[in-house]
């Protein structure tokens, strides 16, 4: 059984920092993209930042020179620094990634999201 755990959430001021960390473990044989979704009351949910097993990084428009994604494939885990956070950055913010349990049979794998909330 595969399971992602988030961690890191909260409550912080506008213009304040929040790391999240989602670690993945069970039965993996290959990690390979990783990422956060974020879904905010009454909107869809989102891309906000998604990484390669090789490093390759893609960002949402609205957290682009704020927020940086990274992992360390030894501790399947991925994290996202969030800076100078803003109101609208609150959501539920989930990790997803993509595991093969056992090669070739992989899949989307969600985490259980973890609140940030902004305050202005």
């Known amino acids: 059984q595969v399971q992602l755990v988030e961690s890191g959430g909260g409550l912080v001021q506008a213009g304040g920092s929040l790391i999240l960390s989602c670690t993945a473990s069970?039965?993996?044989?290959?990690?390979?993209?990783m990422g956060w979704y974020r879904q905010a009351p009454g909107k869809q949910r989102e891309l906000v930042a998604a990484?390669?097993?090789?490093?390759?990084?893609n960002y949402a428009d609205s957290v682009k020179g704020r927020f940086t994604i990274s992992r360390d494939n030894t501790k399947n885990t991925v994290y996202l620094q969030m800076n100078s956070l803003k109101p609208e950055d609150t959501a539920v913010y989930y990790c997803?990634?993509?595991?093969?349990?056992?090669?070739?049979?992989?899949?989307?794998?969600w985490g259980q999201g973890t609140q940030v909330t902004v305050s202005s």
């Open positions: 990484i390669t097993r090789a490093g390759s990084t």
């Open positions: 997803y990634a993509y595991i093969y349990p056992s090669y070739p049979r992989g899949a989307d794998y």
């Open positions: 069970g039965s993996i044989f290959r990690i390979n993209d």
